[in-house]
């Protein structure tokens, strides 16, 4: 035993617990619509401790955006100065409207008596309506470490808006992802913007002034994708009369988006990792070549799943950093601020001024404005926040002859197909059409998903697809699956909505095509 070890005592342990970027949860109460639109998005955060109600009203509690802006109380005329209070407990939260106050709906139901809500409603959201005028959701929301740091985007991502935590997380993440060099592997499903969030990594980055270059993974067939990727040089190849650069060239000095990356054939990937492992790439018939670019690529699809044929050396090659962009109804708290940014951009688009209410607007367009921000609180927007633009501009589109919501804001809201799902287990209660649809839309057309919350078997639901006006992914005729994946601009997640059938085996149905002679997809 040497010197050291019997005469040096053994020193005590230190233990360490590590934090993530969350610093608990948060009760938040955010302006939805407000008779200003310049309101909407500010927020109220609930106390955490308290023993007595806490009231709603005309003039508290205070709202603001930031904690170092000036808060200010709703200040409505039309929303009584003790509206709502709110008792919170552990178990969750008792709303009660006040005697003689004005009129006051608690998840869509108008009010005269106590509502008790239990902590999943609060999870969720409450949607709260003061009058006619006032929408608010109260919320329980993971809180972030670091608040009101919010980095700044360009004006060309504002559809990346929103006063939420989250929101502001997420264009942190962006700008320190975007400084770092790294590759990214951006996540999310479809519609949730991960294409946005590519664009704003380009710009922040020290590439923002260099070529950005969009490919779509899933349209390029396996048999040209050498040639559309790495370029071809003059006589590779009949036809070839001249030197073709491919993508990786066209984005030398900049980046490259390589979307629904989760698509690519498995014979592409096997190249794919070559190129980003040595950053060299070999153009048909050419000589290896050096390219400079960032790849950031995105994806809708479960590359780890036992069911994926993603090789999982690209997967981690891609990742070098990855950004996770949440569905819409992670964060409804933005849906405020984000229909209001596209109702704007939709007036822009067809040369129309802002539709919104302004400073002296009458009481019943108001009361329009805010029955129509209270549906949206409602659905379930499995397109996520590009469904929610579709939606603004279909409002923009129908609003000559008044504000007329989209058909699909006025099918039955998530908690009545929750709560008709509900029963259906307790009881061998058949939904109604209706409820089915709005629930085969929730779960994005997933049978086995929609058919375990109906508490049906997927056989069942499978005979009832024909009365319900829907079919599955294979029965789709070839010219109607061609003509949305053009409307969709190749996105498989974009064009299963338009046809209303499941993206998985949409995905499916595409990757097992037969080939032609040449290697690619049959006309």
Not at 78 to 88: E, G, I, N, Y
Not at 340 to 346: D, E, G, K, Q, S
Not at 509 to 520: F, I, S
Request: charged content about 20%.
């Amino acid at each position: 035993m040497s010197e050291y070890s019997r005469t040096d005592a053994t020193l005590p342990s230190v233990f360490a617990r590590l934090a993530g970027n969350q610093a608990g949860t948060a009760r938040v109460v955010t302006i939805v619509f407000h008779p200003d639109p310049r309101r909407i998005g500010e927020r109220w955060l609930v106390p955490e401790r308290v023993t007595r109600p806490l009231v709603l009203g005309r003039q508290q509690p205070l709202f603001s955006r930031t904690s170092a802006a000036r808060a200010r109380p709703l200040d409505d005329p039309h929303v009584s100065r003790q509206a709502l209070s709110l008792s919170f407990a552990a178990a969750g939260v008792t709303i009660e409207p006040h005697p003689a106050a004005c009129r006051c709906r608690v998840d869509g139901s108008w009010v005269n008596s106590a509502q008790i809500l239990d902590r999943a409603a609060l999870r969720r959201g409450v949607a709260l309506q003061l009058a006619h005028s006032v929408v608010l959701l109260l919320r329980e929301q993971p809180m972030p470490r670091e608040l009101d740091a919010d980095a700044p985007l360009a004006d060309e991502h504002a559809a990346l808006c929103g006063s939420s935590f989250y929101m502001q997380s997420l264009r942190r993440q962006i700008a320190r992802v975007a400084h770092s060099g790294l590759d990214v592997l951006v996540r999310g499903e479809t519609g949730s913007g991960k294409e946005l969030v590519a664009r704003a990594l380009h710009q922040l980055s020290p590439r923002g002034s260099g070529p950005l270059v969009a490919v779509n993974m899933a349209a390029i067939p396996a048999g040209v994708a050498p040639a559309a990727l790495f370029g071809s040089v003059r006589g590779a190849f009949t036809g070839a009369d001249r030197n073709n650069p491919g993508y990786f060239q066209q984005a030398h000095g900049g980046s490259l988006f390589l979307d629904e990356i989760g698509d690519t054939p498995d014979d592409v990937q096997a190249q794919l990792l070559r190129a980003l492992q040595e950053r060299e790439v070999q153009p048909v018939g050419g000589k290896l070549e050096k390219v400079n670019v960032r790849v950031i690529s995105a994806t809708d699809a479960d590359l780890e799943g036992s069911d994926s044929k993603f090789r999982g050396a690209l997967r981690h090659r891609l990742g070098s950093a990855e950004v996770q962009v949440a569905p819409l109804r992670a964060h409804p708290e933005d849906i405020g601020e984000l229909l209001c940014y596209f109702i704007n951009r939709a007036c822009a688009e067809t040369g129309r001024p802002s539709l919104l209410p302004g400073e002296g607007a009458d009481e019943l367009r108001v009361a329009q404005w805010a029955e129509l921000f209270h549906l949206c609180l409602g659905h379930a927007w499995p397109g996520n926040v590009r469904e929610l633009a579709n939606c603004a501009r279909q409002i923009v589109l129908d609003s000559d002859t008044g504000l007329q919501p989209p058909a699909l804001l006025l099918q039955p809201s998530v908690a009545a197909v929750a709560e008709e799902c509900a029963q259906a287990q307790q009881a061998p209660v058949q939904l109604g059409d209706d409820a089915l649809r709005a629930l085969l839309e929730q779960e994005r057309y997933e049978i086995a998903a929609a058919a375990r919350r109906a508490g049906v078997s997927r056989q069942a639901l499978y005979r009832r697809l024909p009365e319900l006006g829907l079919r599955l992914a294979s029965q789709v005729p070839e010219p109607e699956l061609q003509r949305a994946l053009v409307d969709s601009g190749g996105d498989i997640g974009a064009a299963a909505g338009l046809l209303r059938v499941s993206a998985v085996a949409l995905r499916n149905r595409l990757r097992n095509r037969p080939r032609a002679a040449d290697g690619g997809c049959p006309a």
